[in-house]
């Protein structure tokens, strides 16, 4: 049977160390860490995220802000209030929760936050130090794999890591840091993605497995080597009559079946899910103690 990578726990663990943190803080009579989210529009995964963000600042002892604007609002405003923000030294940390309304343009967006204040590692700025293996805000998702696979003692250093997509936010990040010369990373790294000819015998060659592509169920047990170590990034919403919710989630990564061949593998929920919070709320600690720039 293989380890469950359990990132509830993990995620509840990282959050307890940035309180006692934000304890010592307050009797050095330091900078509590605030935390600010911009949030455009109504969309109800969007508000659920970002809601969750705020009740995680709270829980550590960080202080945060919620600016909700109108889905109308147009980008020289939107602008304007990251600009109020990246100005604010009251604010160590900035997030504009994506995706945005589309006459909003996220490249311009995104370049307007500040790099010391973008704990997302979202910027052109930490993107290239992060690849560049400086001190960089990393982006939480996958700073946050890369934590599950220290506090797991997973070994990385000549392993074949393959990572199926290759989005901005997780995929192209990732393959970077595993194969970065250090730990958890000195990989042999496949970035696979939607045009990859035979994914599957790709899959199958991989100690590590890193899944990010957004379909649901996706990797079967035929892709899978016996004894890898799978990464589930996925996260599915589908109708289930048996729950009192009516519905399930589920992950890129069929579970039951994948998780009777590999080592090592994270559940979807309770996996990756919980680390990305706790990684934002870390980059945010960092930036309120100036230890990236
Ligand atoms: N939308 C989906 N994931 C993220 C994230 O990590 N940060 C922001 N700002 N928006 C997101």
Not at 62 to 76: A, G, K, P, Y
């Amino acid at each position: 049977m293989s380890v469950v990578i359990d990132g509830k726990k993990t995620s509840e663990e990282i959050k307890g160390e940035i309180a006692q943190r934000v304890a010592e803080i307050k009797n050095e009579g330091g900078k509590i860490p605030h935390l600010a989210a911009i949030l455009v529009g109504s969309d109800g995964a969007s508000q659920t995220y970002v809601g969750a963000k705020v009740k995680s600042c709270e829980q550590v002892g960080f202080e945060s802000t919620l600016v909700r604007l109108d889905e109308n609002v147009t980008e020289i405003e939107l602008l304007k209030v990251v600009e109020d923000i990246n100005q604010n030294p009251e604010i160590d940390g900035l997030i504009v929760q994506l995706p945005l309304p589309k006459h909003i343009s996220v490249e311009k967006v995104t370049d307007k936050i500040k790099p010391e204040k973008d704990v997302d590692g979202f910027t052109p700025s930490n993107v290239g130090r992060m690849a560049l293996g400086w001190p960089a805000y990393v982006a939480a998702t996958p700073y946050g794999i890369v934590e599950l696979l220290k506090r797991y003692k997973i070994e990385t250093a000549g392993k074949h890591c393959v990572v199926i997509g290759r989005s901005h936010i997780v995929g192209s990040p990732m393959s970077i840091l595993m194969a970065r010369n250090e730990y958890p990373g000195n990989c042999t790294v496949t970035l696979t993605h939607s045009r990859t000819k035979n994914l599957s015998e790709i899959a199958k060659t991989a100690d590590i497995l890193i899944v990010a592509l957004g379909k649901p169920e996706f990797v079967t047990s035929e892709m899978v080597k016996e004894g890898a170590v799978v990464i589930d990034v996925g996260i599915h919403r589908v109708d289930d009559a048996s729950k009192k919710s009516g519905f399930k989630l589920i992950g890129d990564v069929k579970y039951e079946e994948v998780a009777q061949k590999a080592s090592a593998i994270t559940p979807v929920p309770g996996g990756v899910g919980p680390m990305t919070i706790a990684s934002l709320l870390y980059n945010t600690l960092l930036a309120a103690e100036k230890k990236i720039y």
